[in-house]
């Protein structure tokens, strides 16, 4: 419980508070005033999401004040019903069954073991070399030939996004920077909490202003004014948090900049699948929201990529 | 009652796991027939099947609903004879050398007499999952049999992923339980159109 007495992470979490009891005042008086045509839909998902996100914010806090193992089981759970969506999103062949069986049950759990006993050097190879050989075998064992390469591409895919990148995440309580040190969770909530309001920021800039599209083929819904209003005002937020992270506040805005970037193309490539596959969400779990890889999409490609930035420029 | 309570009890909890390994989603009450007992059917690609269907049921028909399975594979051992009696109070009908004594049919109406709903599979076997096999003519007499008991086709989607023929290692995917509206009668059919009928009304709730 060593972050519950750590001020600058309990500032970090009442603003969070702050702001979520004003989007919840600001909804309820908007579906409270229905509009000429009755009750918008939009309005309705909205308020679907905010109620979504107290949900998110106390459970994700939760697990922050814990510590280690809080975050890293959270993660674990959020990889597990990632994959669950993404694999079930994919088609497989009954040959597939060992392969399958081995990312949910071996290289899952044991990728969360590597991340909570901090062992860098096994934690960064474990997917990409040796889970990696290992579908490759297991899906060849059964002896199928047919889509063979597509087929374990997608388990390996499945394995990297939803479960390596992801990982990230929690890794982020490993990384040691000297006068840093008992202070990490506040960088967990700095990439969440920047890529997190860079989606809800794209989300209410696309709906103000909204009229080019970015993307209409891979997903209709982004424009430029919501991509360059979210990017802007996310950074600006990254950059007036440099208090609580151990940057100065342009390295904190440039880093900002960074997580809301790859977060948007996180986002455009997990779209490409969806639209791929025909469907409009990975899965329903979460109310308004869709899935649970509809949610973490942007996560998942910032989270590795300021993860080893990070330690490249702050561990010396 | 307290051992009867812990018995239901883990009944709960047992399909409260099963709905959550497989993804399931509870089936509304709204989506059933007012009253039972009725029929449930549905597709067979795995040994989960009738488990899923069984958990994904509200809790009041939960308790009141059978599922029918072959007895020369769930009387093989003390584990088989236990989760088929014990848990899931199963009927288990012959499947090989039916005679009079042992009419698969008798055991089914004596269960939806006695107030229960049964869970059949009209396929007779697990198949592969891809496509719904042909109906045996097994509902057919079973449905003329009771014929104010309602059919309710159910369609379980992804569970052929999920366990398999031949494989007892789940992998937890996100399946699916479609129910749709029960079959209307229809005077003077014959038992091919029945089948054949029956079986398009639960392809018909497969949406790919």
Redesign the interface.
């Known amino acids: 419980m060593n972050a519950l007495r750590d001020p600058q992470l309990l500032w970090l979490l009442s603003g969070i508070l702050v702001l979520l009891v004003i989007s919840s005042i600001i909804t309820s008086v908007l579906v409270g005033r229905p509009g000429p045509d009755g009750p918008s839909p939009t309005i309705a998902n909205l308020a679907a999401r905010v109620r979504a996100w107290w949900m998110m914010v106390i459970v994700f806090s939760l697990a922050l004040v814990t510590g280690g193992v809080g975050s890293v089981v959270l993660f674990a759970l959020m990889s597990f019903m990632a994959l669950r969506e993404f694999i079930t999103l994919t088609p497989s062949r009954p040959a597939d069954h060992l392969a399958l069986f081995a990312a949910f049950f071996m290289v899952l759990p044991f990728q969360y073991v590597l991340t909570g006993i901090q062992w860098y050097g096994f934690f960064a190879v474990f997917v990409p070399v040796y889970a990696f050989v290992a579908i490759a075998i297991f899906a060849v064992v059964g002896g199928d030939a047919a889509h063979y390469l597509e087929r374990t591409a997608k388990i390996q895919w499945g394995l990297m996004v939803c479960v390596y990148f992801l990982s990230h995440v929690p890794a982020l309580l490993m990384i040691e920077i000297p006068g840093y040190a008992g202070q990490n969770a506040k960088l967990l909530l700095f990439v969440v909490l920047v890529g997190q309001s860079s989606d809800v920021l794209q989300y209410v800039w696309g709906k103000l202003l909204g009229r080019h599209k970015v993307a209409p083929v891979l997903s209709p819904s982004k424009t430029w004014e919501g991509l360059i209003g979210g990017v802007l005002s996310a950074s600006a937020l990254g950059a007036a948090l440099w208090w609580a992270t151990p940057f100065t506040w342009w390295a904190a805005g440039l880093f900002a900049l960074l997580i809301t970037v790859m977060g948007f193309f996180g986002g455009l490539v997990m779209s490409a699948i969806k639209r791929d596959r025909g469907v409009k969400d990975y899965g329903s779990m979460i109310e308004g929201h869709g899935g649970m890889m509809d949610r973490i999409d942007s996560l998942c490609f910032s989270a590795p990529v300021f993860f080893h930035l990070l330690r490249y420029f702050y561990v010396p | 009652m307290p051992i009867q309570f812990h018995i239901s009890n883990s009944r709960g909890i047992l399909a409260s796991f099963l709905r959550n390994l497989c ?1 399931v989603r509870p089936l509304p009450l709204a989506a059933l027939p007012a009253s039972g007992p009725c029929i449930f059917y549905a597709n067979h690609s795995s040994h989960l099947d009738f488990a899923v269907l069984w958990a994904a049921l509200p809790e009041a028909w939960r308790e009141r609903t059978r599922p029918v399975a072959g007895r020369d594979y769930w009387e093989k051992t003390a584990v088989h004879r236990g989760i088929a009696y014990g848990i899931f109070r199963a009927v288990l009908i012959e499947r090989k050398h039916v005679t009079v004594a042992c009419n698969p049919i008798t055991a089914m109406c004596a269960a939806l007499d006695a107030g229960d709903s049964l869970i059949v599979f009209p396929e007779g076997t697990r198949g ?1 999952g891809l496509s719904v096999g042909a109906f045996k003519p097994g509902i057919h007499h079973l449905a003329r049999s009771r014929p104010s008991v309602k059919l309710v086709p159910v369609f379980l989607e ?1 569970l052929n ?1 999920i366990m ?1 023929k031949g ?1 007892a ?6 399946a699916t339980a479609a129910i749709g509206a029960p079959l209307a009668a229809v005077d003077g059919e014959t038992k091919e159109a029945f089948l054949a009928r029956a079986r398009a009304a639960l392809v018909a709730l497969h949406t790919p």
């Open positions: 993804g592969d992804n992923r398999p494989t290692l789940p992998v937890p995917l996100i």
